[in-house]
């Protein structure tokens, strides 16, 4: 992989402008290479705690329909540090505050968001709503995860933390673990991870929550090894960059179904002692049990610094979509 210095080449900046970014079997390698370098590019600014102003002038609206910590918090920093200025709405449909609580669809309120600002983050709780959202959209829309659909965004920083972490994506073992039925970061996670020269991609995860067949099946002609088990400890012992992910509790049909699965994959100190040297653990967070407070001791335990790359790579995002990388 090269090794970036600098934004990106111009024809590789306009390549992006008015683009959506929906998932990432809609992006190239070279369009993940540019995001990766532009990410890189803001990451070095903001190390040397430079006051960017690419976007001024620039607003964008934080549509949150399903709880977030870390996607709505970074997006808002990242337009923040670019100089931008940030409207949101956050609510769950429990607690509505937006005219979702009258009866308003997605599409006529993003309909309605097209003329207030320069771009659109939005999260929804429904599978493929992306499609709906980027049916209304006239300014670029991001996804900030759509059900158990797709985290474009989040497979991206995770991606660039590779990167940062181990120096490159090519040649490693990887493994995604835990949740791979409903977690929607797995499933882009491994459409982005297709996109390298992998050595392998072991699927651990339960029985009852494997990786549907539908992702393993659009994968399956780009002759990359994906071995599927239902074992931590074998996923522990073999891979170079260890996912782990929560059990999403809130997308089970049944309360007994999440209860069989809530605890069968659990980290603890015992699977980072199987580990190959050099090995890193990831996780999208939020964690709830599935890695034991100790493994935070372990260097390699990249989870929290992985959270903060979610600044640098939204803010290439939001500067590539609106052409405003300067
Ligand atoms: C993930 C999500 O929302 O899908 N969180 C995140 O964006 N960092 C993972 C999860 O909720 O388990």
Request: with cysteine; aromatic share 8%; charged share 25%.
């Amino acid at each position: 992989m090269a090794n970036f210095s600098g934004k990106p080449a111009q024809a590789a900046l306009d390549k992006f402008k008015n683009r959506n970014i929906m998932d990432i079997s809609s992006l190239s390698k070279e369009d993940l290479q540019t995001i990766m370098q532009t990410a890189a590019y803001y990451d070095q600014a903001l190390a040397e705690h430079k006051r960017l102003y690419d976007m001024d002038g620039k607003i964008m609206a934080a549509l949150f329909f399903e709880p977030s910590t870390r996607t709505r918090l970074s997006f808002e920093s990242a337009m923040e540090r670019l100089g931008g200025k940030v409207i949101t709405v956050t609510e769950t449909p429990a607690a509505q505050t937006s005219s979702t609580a009258k009866g308003e669809t997605l599409y006529d309120s993003i309909r309605v968001v097209n003329y207030y600002v320069d771009v659109i983050a939005c999260r929804s709780p429904i599978k493929g709503a992306r499609f709906e959202i980027e049916r209304a959209a006239t300014v670029p829309y991001i996804n900030g995860g759509d059900g158990s659909g797709e985290h474009p965004t989040q497979a991206l920083l995770d991606v660039y933390t590779i990167y940062k972490e181990k120096g490159g994506l090519d040649g490693w073992t990887y493994a995604i673990c835990g949740d791979l039925k409903y977690g929607r970061a797995p499933h882009s996670l491994l459409d982005a991870l297709c996109k390298f020269d992998v050595k392998k991609i072991i699927l651990a995860s339960p029985e009852e929550l494997r990786m549907p067949r539908e992702n393993i099946d659009k994968i399956k002609d780009l002759g990359i090894e994906i071995e599927e088990c239902f074992d931590l400890d074998y996923a522990a012992k073999n891979a170079d960059v260890i996912y782990m992910t929560r059990v999403q509790r809130e997308r089970f049909s049944s309360v007994e179904e999440y209860e069989r699965n809530k605890n069968i994959f659990i980290m603890t100190q015992r699977h980072v002692d199987m580990f190959k040297e050099g090995a890193i653990i990831l996780h999208p967070l939020p964690r709830v049990n599935e890695i034991a407070v100790e493994v935070d001791d372990y260097p390699g335990a990249a989870y929290f610094r992985q959270a903060g790359n979610g600044v640098p790579t939204r803010m290439a995002l939001l500067a590539l979509v609106t052409g405003s990388v300067k």
